[in-house]
């Protein structure tokens, strides 16, 4: 067994270069399987056995000047005539009937092209139908201290925001205000939610590993990995995908390296990584970045039963929401 398997298996905290010799081990190896093995293990324990299911609205479809190269709502790719808002009564009503399958907790997500404004006004109406208690997370595009003080001050306990990799060179991003927004989450007390995304067969070690440990250090309580999928149409279709043993392991390592206290989340809902760390993942309605059903229910986005289905596959205790 290597030195850095032998420190992840010990529970030791991991150093930049374990984590690189962990994420260059060969899918397939012992070590491959002793790294699975391990963060299987700690995620069991530290999570005390129990699975978590998030959902997330798409409340709104549109061009997005953003521009991410795998997105199927960039604005090279979205038809501007294929454009729509959700209706908010639509949305009050799906977060109802989530709320009500005792789903963890409810995600809101727009295009970086949705006005702040109207976003609040939209995610005021929408929080009355879930429990008080029920955590409540923005993904939106940047933000400054004000806004995300506001977001609080409309319901929310958290915001998913990160900085992608190829931000900047696949997306028309400017990576240094994507960091910016994660210090406002943090300084107006929201919960920030971390992800190593998109991860297509390009990226580098160097690249999965700078984005763990930023999560790690500031620090976050759920961290998640996620694969890009390749939406027809997309600049970045043609390079496609990692497999599904490359992402364990990836999940894997993050699990290792952030040790994060709340939940560990994998995209796409994913058995085998499920059984690599990860005790969480996601349904999802309505818009979906991924998908070019503008209703990703009916396509590529799993539903609370296929998500709680999963979970008991993988012999996650899904309790509901507490
Ligand atoms: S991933 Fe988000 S920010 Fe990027 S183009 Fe799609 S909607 Fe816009």
Known sequence: MNEALERASAGEELRRADVLELLSLEVGSGDYYALLCAANAEARSRFGGRGAIFAQIGIEASPCPANCGFCSLAKDVFPAENSFVLPVESACYMAGEIAAQGVDELFLMTTANYPQEDFLEYARRVREHIPDGMRFVANVGDFGHEYARELR??????????????????????????????????????????????????????????????????????????????????????????????????????????????????????????????????????????????????????????????????????????
């Open 153 to 322: 001050a409309a319901g929310f306990t958290g915001v998913y925001h990160i900085r992608r990799l190829g931000e900047g060179r696949d997306t028309e991003l400017e990576p240094a205000a994507r960091v910016r927004t994660l210090d406002a989450v943090k300084e107006a007390g929201l919960e920030l939610y971390y992800c190593v995304e998109p991860i297509g067969p390009e990226h580098t070690y160097e690249e999965i590993a700078d984005e763990m440990f930023r999560a790690k250090e500031y620090p976050v309580g759920v961290m998640a990995v996620m694969k890009r999928v390749c939406v027809p149409g997309t600049r970045l279709f043609g390079r496609g995908e990692i497999s599904a043993a490359e992402l364990a392991k990836i999940c894997a390592v993050a699990e290792l390296c952030v040790k994060p206290e709340r939940a560990m989340g994998v995209h796409e809902p994913d058995e085998l990584c499920l059984m690599a760390g990860a005790n969480q993942i996601y349904a999802e309605v309505s818009v979906n970045p991924r998908d070019t059903s503008l209703s990703t229910e009916t396509g590529r986005g799993a539903s609370a039963a296929k998500t709680k289905a999963m979970l008991a596959a993988a012999e996650w205790r899904w309790e509901g929401r507490r």
